[in-house]
């Protein structure tokens, strides 16, 4: 079972998702069962965020001093034997979900959602420097998104 954890620094979030914990935990609970960590309680903390923020932690942390659609730090924690798992923290920038600026709730939550599951891969260790690795993960991505695409109508 997986738990998220979410916090929001920018109240903007609330404009355009209502009720955030639960719809990230009913996202993560509708994962394929490749995914799901089955008879195991894992958590991660998702931070609702905006660009000035997230801009200053890609400085800090990656030495990128711009702004960026998301990021993750996984925990680094082994995943194999433990019972109880923290993955990591993921970090979304509002501005970035909301461009445009005239999508639709429902086409701000999908796009987040999308995010999220990227994110998400992020702490498994999924990646995409080289092109094999970005078909890899973006095929993994979308099987989740497939699997979850449900819940938003």
């Known amino acids: ?31 394929p069962k490749k995914f799901k960590f089955i008879n195991k309680k894992v958590y991660l ?6 660009n000035q923020k997230i801009k200053i932690l890609n400085k800090k942390f990656r030495k990128k001093n711009k702004h960026t659609d998301i990021l ?14 923290y993955l990591g923290d993921i970090i979304i920038s ?5 461009k445009p600026k005239d999508l ?10 999308k995010i999220f599951i990227h994110g998400y891969l992020h702490l498994l ?13 973006y095929r993994e991505e979308k099987k989740i998104f497939d699997s979850i695409e449900k819940l938003l109508n």
Do not use: R
């Open 72 to 85: 993750s730090f996984p925990s680094g924690q082994k995943t194999k034997n433990l019972k109880k798992i």
């Open 94 to 98: 509002y501005d970035y979900m909301n």
């Open 125 to 137: 260790g999924y990646d995409h420097i080289n092109l094999k690795d970005y078909q890899i993960m």
């Open 45 to 50: 903390t998702l931070l609702l965020s905006n």
């Open 1 to 31: 079972m997986i738990k998220v954890n979410v916090l929001s620094e920018e109240n903007s979030w609330a404009k355009k998702i209502t009720k955030s914990e639960e719809l990230f935990n009913k996202v993560c609970k509708n994962f």
């Open 104 to 113: 639709t709730n429902f086409e701000f939550k999908k796009k987040t959602i």
